[in-house]
T-cell receptor
């Protein structure tokens, strides 16, 4: 099946710093989504981005489908950004709706 | 508009017991999903329902059954719980397959 690798696995930032999280995938995809899991366990969808660039406030994401990677940018980080960020993909050749998740990047934002 | 709701929030079972996890969504979504999340790992798809009346296996279906009761509700049943099924279970829904998925708050299940 498709492989999804996220880097870095762990990241510690001071409040106000910027960061870039990366998601590499091993096959072409129909669907790529970024999620944030907060410290209480709730999963929030951040972006649906199979290709191109999207922005939502301090967060933006870019997917280069031809090169099989996606980047999530967090600017001016805040303590509320802490948690785990997951990338999930649906391969083009597989069954629709079967998302495969990466193992996540754990972000800690300190004061 | 509650989104996706799950019951119960926590459950402790003994090996061999059975239970059903309930999930409901009020967003008029067609597709629903059950995932499990184990420590240090991403989520893995157990079963999904692309539309009312259909269900299909995901990556890790063994030991589970599902029922798409109607458009709103999708339940997950453990017939004979095993310690390997200790996990956090998430339900999700999307308007159509391959659309943005919205998650419930999760059920933390421990099997002793």
């Amino acid at each position: 099946g498709i492989q999804v690798e996220q880097s870095p696995p762990d990241l510690i930032l001071q409040e106000g710093a910027n960061s870039t999280l990366r998601c590499n995938f091993s096959d072409s995809v129909n669907n790529l989504q970024w999620f944030h899991q907060n410290p209480w366990g709730q999963l929030i969808n951040l972006f649906y981005i199979p290709s191109g660039t999207k922005q939502n406030g301090r967060l933006s994401a870019t997917t280069v489908a031809t090169e099989r990677y996606s980047l999530l940018y967090i600017s001016s980080s805040q303590t509320t950004d802490s948690g785990v960020y997951f990338c999930a993909v649906e391969p083009s050749t597989g069954t629709a709706s079967k998302l495969t998740f990466g193992t996540g990047t754990r972000l800690q934002v300190t004061l | 508009n509650a989104g996706v709701t799950q019951t119960p929030k926590f459950q402790v079972l003994k090996t061999g017991q059975s239970m059903t996890l309930q999930c409901a969504q009020d967003m008029n979504h067609n597709s629903m999903y059950w995932y499990r999340q184990d420590p240090g790992m991403g989520l893995r798809l157990i079963y999904y329902s692309a539309s009312e009346g259909t269900t299909d296996k995901g990556e890790v279906p063994n030991g589970y059954n599902v029922s798409r009761l109607n458009k709103r509700e999708f339940s997950l049943r453990l017939e004979s719980a095993a310690p390997s099924q200790t996990s956090v279970y998430f339900c999700a829904s999307s308007k159509l397959v391959s659309d943005t998925q919205y998650f419930g708050p999760g059920t933390r299940l421990t099997v002793l």
